[in-house]
């Protein structure tokens, strides 16, 4: 994922786009890489679009959340995403997880999608 990311931004994009970038990673790894990533993401400036199904990914690296709807996959909502304790700055992946807010916005979200669990 490191040297992906390195071979990306050699390039000097002005937007990244990571398309499912930690799929194949484990729990723990997922959440320390994602910490590495956002870091190197803002230290250079970049504008990233990220496309996750994972909401606490989406709520934790982004400022940002906008829901797809099922086929045709349309613009279901937009959520701005702020954690007001930090001010402008934001906090890291693994500190997002650990505001009050990340689950009042994992709850909104969860909600709009259209997933039934049955059980």
Known sequence: QRVALA???VTNPDVVLLDEPFSALDSQTR???ADEVVDVLRSEG???VLVT???GEAIAMTDRVVVLSRRPGRIKSEHRIEFPSYGAKRPT???ARNQPEFNV???TLWNELDV???G
């Open 93 to 95: 992946p693994f500190a």
């Open 31 to 33: 959440l320390a890489i």
């Open 46 to 48: 970049k504008a990233v």
């Open 7 to 9: 071979r990306t931004l």
């Open 53 to 55: 199904h994972d909401i």
């Open 116 to 118: 039934h669990v049955e």
């Open 105 to 107: 916005y994992f709850n």
